[in-house]
């Protein structure tokens, strides 16, 4: 399978600890996007790169979230002193540069957070 | 500012029968429009999208869209529901580089 692909699958954690997820997008694709998706709502902008350069970041989001994508290829999500209400589904999705024909995002299977 | 909205938190069709998804949007320039399909704790999949040309674009398991500017409307639709549509349906605005969703529409196919 050689979709975009995120690790963990379920994360249950106790609220004040650090966690860190992983996205490997769809290889050679540029763009890579961290959404946040909570029951009842559809999926939330969180940031995205284009390659190593993280080129925008939600105002929404607090700065205990922080994403790195060393080398242009894997992303890593991180929450610090996490908290109840960053319970949610953490999505991935990858792109290649946007042409006319291709502008579509492929998503991952999510990341789901649990926030005990 | 861009926007989405999915009227309908759910909508009940018999199998065999048309299903439509309605959504309208709000955005600045020219719309990029697209339909995801989220079955339970899946990610999203892309079904279709409209970028220019013809309104009505076609795209996976036998869905469509139909793009409407003056109602600024992207409602899905499908001739002949199964009852394998069900699940959970989101529409999407590209704007400078970013997908904006709407709350999405759980699709109910009955036998």
């Known amino acids: 399978d050689t979709g975009v692909s995120q690790d963990p699958r379920h994360k249950i954690t106790k609220r004040g600890q650090n966690v860190t997820f992983r996205c490997d997008p769809i290889?050679?694709?540029?763009?890579l996007y961290w959404y946040r998706q909570t029951l009842g709502q559809g999926p939330e902008f969180l940031t995205y790169?284009?390659?190593?350069?993280?080129?925008?970041k939600s105002r929404l989001l607090s700065d205990r979230f922080s994403a790195e994508r060393p080398k242009g290829s894997f992303s890593t999500l991180e929450i610090q002193r996490t908290e109840q209400g960053d319970s949610a589904m953490y999505l991935c999705?990858?792109?290649?540069?946007?042409?006319?024909?291709?502008?579509?995002?492929?998503f991952g299977q999510g990341t789901r957070l649990t926030v005990v | 500012a861009q926007s989405v909205a999915q009227p309908e938190d759910q909508v009940n069709v018999a199998e065999g029968n048309p299903l439509t998804v309605k959504c309208t949007y709000s955005?600045?320039?020219?719309?990029?429009l697209f339909w995801y399909v989220q079955y339970p704790n899946r990610g999203l999949q892309f079904l279709l999208k409209y970028i220019t040309g013809d309104n009505l674009v076609k795209g996976s398991y036998g869905f469509e869209a139909e793009f409407n500017k003056s109602q600024t409307s992207f409602h899905l639709k499908k001739p002949s529901a199964l009852v394998s549509d069900s699940a959970l349906y989101f529409c999407?605005?590209?704007?400078?580089?970013?997908?904006?969703f709407g709350s999405g529409t759980k699709l109910n196919v009955k036998p």
């Open positions: 999407a605005v590209k704007n400078f580089n970013k997908f904006y």
């Open positions: 790169f284009q390659n190593e350069a993280q080129l925008e």
């Open positions: 999705a990858s792109s290649p540069l946007p042409t006319a024909a291709n502008t579509e995002a492929f």
């Open positions: 955005v600045s320039g020219n719309p990029y």
């Open positions: 290889s050679e694709h540029n763009r």
